[in-house]
Nanobody, 113 residues
């Protein structure tokens, strides 16, 4: 059974940083496509960043240069480093693993202006 557990969300001022973590079990992140999505109030869930099993990454245009997806295969954990946060980055951030697909329960990120 695949489980994804996010952590690291919170309230931050605009311009600040947060690092989200996604601890995976039941699947090996080194052999999976892993990613982060977010959903703002009254908006559809959108892709933020994704990493292939080979380590290639892709980002939404809105976060390029500010966010970085990474992984620690030994810890079976995926990260999202978010810098220069903006109020429009506010939303619930979900960890994703291709296959099911599988989703975590999400972690709230709120960026105050």
């Amino acid at each position: 059974q695949v489980q994804l557990v996010e952590s690291g969300g919170g309230l931050v001022q605009a311009g600040g940083s947060l690092r989200l973590s996604c601890a995976a079990s039941g699947t090996s992140i080194g052999r999976s496509v892993m990613g982060w999505y977010r959903q703002a109030p009254e908006k559809q869930r959108e892709l933020v960043a994704i990493m292939s099993s080979g380590g290639d990454t892709n980002y939404a245009d809105s976060v390029k240069g500010r966010f970085t997806i990474s992984r620690d295969i030994a810890k079976n954990t995926v990260y999202l480093q978010m810098n220069s946060l903006k109020p429009e980055d506010t939303g619930v951030y979900y960890c994703y693993a291709r296959g099911g697909p599988f989703w975590g329960r999400g972690t709230q990120v709120t960026v105050a202006s």
